[in-house]
C-alpha cells in the first residue's frame, strides 16, 4: 500500500489508517472455558453417597464422635442442601481443624469439593480418608468411588476402573449360614 505526502497531511486519514492497522492486529476474546466432559458435579456426588448406600457390608465403623464436631458437619450438610458450598467448607474446615484425622469429616469435605468444582483437594481428601479410615464399608466405598468419579472426569478411563474395582473390594459379606 502506497501512500503519497498529501495523505500525511490529513491528520484524520492518517488517525483512521493507524485505528485500521490496530484493529487488524487485534486478537480475538479468548473463548470461555467449557466445563470438561461428564456428569455434572452434583451427580457426581449423588453416585458417591449411592455408592456408600449400596455397600452392605457387616463391618460399619462409627468411631466416637465429638459433638462439636457432628454440630459442624450437621451444619455444613444444611449449607450443602442450601447450594452454599463455601460454607460448608468453611465449617468441615473447622471440624477438621479440631480433628485433622477424622476419616468421615475428610470424605465429607472432599465431596464438598467436588461441589466447588476442586477435583484435586476431593481426590487428595478421599485417599487421606481412606488412609485413616476402616478400609471396609460404606465410607470405604464413598472414598474409593470419588476417587472413580474424579478419574472418570478427567478421562482416565484405566485409573477410574480401578478405583471402580476398589469400591468392591469395600463391601466385607457376611457368613452364610446354612
Known sequence: MTMSYRSLRHPFLLAALAGVLLAACAQPAPEAPKPPPGKSNVAMVDEIRAAGERDKSVINVHPLS??????????????????????????????????PDAPDVLQDRAEVAIYMGDFQLAEKLAHQSWTLGSK???????????????????????????????????????????
Do not use: F, H
Open 136 to 178: 471396609q464399608g460404606p465410607l470405604c466405598a464413598r472414598n474409593w468411588q470419588t476417587i472413580a468419579e474424579i478419574r472418570l472426569q478427567a478421562n482416565d478411563q484405566q485409573g477410574a476402573a480401578s478405583a471402580s474395582k476398589w469400591v468392591g473390594e469395600c463391601r466385607e459379606p457376611g457368613m452364610q449360614r446354612l
Open 66 to 99: 465429638d459433638p462439636g464436631i457432628t454440630a459442624l458437619q450437621d451444619a455444613a450438610r444444611q449449607d450443602e442442601r442450601n447450594g452454599q458450598y463455601q460454607a460448608a467448607a468453611a465449617k468441615l474446615d473447622m471440624a477438621l481443624k479440631r480433628n
